[in-house]
């Protein structure tokens, strides 16, 4: 027999809170909207980002290009191995973004240049204040418009406390209950019985009940703030709530990451099967990227990679990790041998680094969960621990293309744009 994963009520309180945010055509094009470059410098100028947002402009001209090291070095790809595309970790908030541009266009003309990533990772709490302050947005604008990395993936955890009148309006909209305890000031968290701090286990994993609600609404309400249209999962039941919910929106998205990542192919089975129970219509689903396991080795990789291309689901990749920092896995750990077998087997995948390998002080999943005060004040060595993750997927994707693969950077470091007078 086969059970339904979400039963009509399951589905009723999704669909009443779609209508909540302005129904899935609002959704879609107030999404779009906000992602316009023009759009949100207007915003940011406002709120006091104007600034960081012209020296930004500035700084990206100056960052050093893959193709002038490609043609320096005489790179010519093999077109029976594998591509990489480069991801990064840690990119916590505006000034920790833009004191990385520092490093990054500082440079060029040495001999380990520096790529920016084609994907970027945030671990910021969705704090009201992050999100609507400009801080998240100033942080979209520098990664997506400005360096153009192709995803820019920010963090939703059900533990960040909300109005209380938030909760109550939830409730009225879909008709469950959510259990909370009082922060203070008419502010709430919900409750986590595993670990019960407002950021929950580990990045918010615990996701019972009726929770997926809180995520939902978490991500839907950052999307039409800002724009932000990728978002990590912190559950199962997150997974194929957003399935489900975001059939019909196609400008949302979802990574499978972290702790949840994939460890083997019959995980990755389970969850070819949650994608297919609610595709859209064009065959592709919300979840946009998939990180298979820290324990699992190039040859479930490839297996992973064949079944999904069997699958005949479209536009989904799959990442790993190649340096994690300490506090996330096991001391050391290095996947690059591995990464080397899978794109040789002429699999694509994305590259990821939560690390670059050498533990910095800052370079622990601890620095992703201090406030905002704190992380202020650390912009720079933050945004230095982010530029050494970048560095490192640099010199990755460097020996990637002498060996035959081709590796992809962010359009800011990929190619200089010819000016409209060269055509």
């Given at each position: 027999?086969?059970?339904p994963?979400?039963?009509?009520?399951?589905?009723?309180?999704?669909?009443?809170?779609?209508?909540?945010?302005?129904?899935?055509?609002?959704?879609?094009?107030?999404?779009?909207?906000m992602?316009?470059f023009?759009?949100?410098?207007?915003?940011?100028?406002?709120?006091?980002?104007?600034k960081?947002?012209?020296?930004?402009?500035?700084?990206?001209?100056?960052?050093?290009?893959?193709d002038?090291?490609?043609?320096?070095?005489?790179?010519?790809?093999?077109?029976?191995?594998?591509?990489?595309?480069?991801?990064v970790?840690?990119?916590?908030?505006?000034?920790v973004?833009?004191?990385?541009?520092?490093?990054?266009?500082?440079?060029a003309?040495?001999?380990?240049?520096?790529?920016?990533?084609?994907?970027?990772?945030?671990?910021?709490?969705?704090?009201?204040?992050?999100?609507?302050?400009?801080?998240?947005?100033?942080?979209?604008?520098?990664?997506?418009?400005?360096?153009?990395?192709?995803?820019?993936?920010?963090?939703?955890?059900?533990g960040?406390?909300?109005?209380?009148?938030?909760?109550?309006?939830?409730?009225?909209?879909t008709?469950?209950?959510?259990?909370?305890?009082?922060?203070?000031?008419?502010?709430?968290?919900?409750?986590?019985?595993?670990?019960?701090?407002?950021?929950?286990n580990?990045?918010?994993?615990?996701?019972?009940n009726?929770?997926?609600?809180?995520?939902?609404?978490g991500?839907?309400?950052?999307?039409?703030?800002?724009?932000?249209?990728?978002?990590?999962?912190?559950?199962?039941?997150?997974?194929?709530?957003?399935?489900?919910?975001?059939?019909?929106?196609?400008?949302?998205?979802?990574?499978?990451?972290?702790?949840?990542s994939?460890?083997?192919?019959?995980?990755?089975?389970?969850l070819?099967?949650?994608?297919?129970?609610?595709?859209?219509?064009?065959?592709?689903?919300?979840?946009?990227e998939?990180?298979i396991?820290?324990?699992?080795?190039?040859?479930n990789?490839?297996?992973?990679?064949?079944?999904?291309?069997?699958?005949?689901?479209?536009?989904?990749?799959?990442?790993?990790?190649?340096?994690?920092?300490?506090?996330?896995?096991?001391?050391?750990?290095?996947?690059?041998?591995?990464?080397?077998?899978?794109?040789?087997?002429?699999?694509?995948?994305?590259f990821?680094?939560?690390?670059?390998?050498?533990?910095?002080?800052?370079d622990?999943?601890?620095?992703?969960?201090?406030?905002?005060?704190?992380?202020?004040?650390?912009a720079?060595?933050?945004?230095e621990?982010i530029?050494?993750?970048?560095?490192?997927?640099?010199?990755?994707?460097?020996?990637?293309?002498?060996?035959?693969?081709?590796?992809?950077?962010?359009?800011?470091?990929?190619?200089?744009?010819?000016?409209?007078?060269?055509?």
């Amino acid at each position: 027999m086969k059970y339904p994963l979400l039963t009509d009520k399951d589905m009723k309180a999704m669909d009443a809170l779609k209508e909540h945010h302005g129904g899935a055509k609002k959704i879609v094009a107030t999404i779009e909207e906000m992602r316009d470059f023009g759009k949100r410098k207007a915003i940011l100028a406002e709120k006091g980002y104007g600034k960081m947002i012209e020296e930004a402009e500035q700084l990206v001209k100056e960052f050093p290009q893959v193709d002038d090291w490609v043609k320096a070095n005489g790179i010519e790809y093999n077109p029976d191995l594998g591509t990489g595309t480069s991801q990064v970790s840690g990119f916590q908030g505006a000034k920790v973004t833009h004191n990385a541009m520092k490093r990054i266009a500082a440079t060029a003309g040495t001999d380990e240049p520096c790529w920016a990533p084609q994907e970027m990772i945030s671990v910021v709490a969705l704090t009201d204040n992050y999100v609507y302050n400009g801080d998240l947005m100033a942080t979209l604008t520098m990664a997506e418009n400005i360096m153009k990395a192709s995803k820019f993936c920010s963090t939703n955890l059900i533990g960040i406390p909300q109005p209380e009148d938030r909760f109550r309006q939830l409730e009225a909209v879909t008709g469950e209950k959510f259990e909370r305890y009082e922060c203070g000031c008419d502010v709430c968290a919900i409750s986590l019985k595993n670990q019960g701090t407002v950021f929950g286990n580990f990045g918010g994993i615990e996701v019972a009940n009726n929770n997926h609600l809180i995520y939902l609404d978490g991500i839907t309400r950052t999307a039409l703030a800002t724009g932000n249209n990728f978002f990590l999962n912190p559950s199962w039941s997150t997974i194929v709530a957003i399935c489900y919910y975001g059939r019909d929106i196609p400008n949302l998205h979802i990574k499978v990451s972290m702790l949840l990542s994939t460890q083997n192919p019959m995980q990755f089975r389970m969850l070819l099967n949650i994608m297919n129970e609610y595709l859209r219509e064009d065959g592709t689903s919300p979840i946009y990227e998939i990180n298979i396991g820290n324990g699992s080795t190039a040859t479930n990789f490839i297996q992973c990679a064949r079944e999904l291309k069997e699958s005949r689901i479209k536009g989904v990749s799959l990442a790993a990790h190649i340096y994690i920092n300490p506090d996330l896995g096991a001391a050391n750990f290095n996947w690059t041998d591995e990464m080397w077998k899978v794109l040789d087997s002429g699999t694509d995948m994305t590259f990821k680094y939560e690390s670059d390998g050498t533990a910095h002080e800052l370079d622990t999943m601890a620095t992703y969960f201090v406030s905002e005060e704190e992380r202020d004040a650390m912009a720079e060595d933050i945004g230095e621990v982010i530029f050494n993750k970048s560095l490192r997927a640099s010199k990755d994707g460097r020996l990637m293309m002498k060996r035959g693969s081709r590796a992809i950077f962010a359009e800011s470091s990929q190619a200089r744009p010819k000016c409209c007078c060269c055509g």
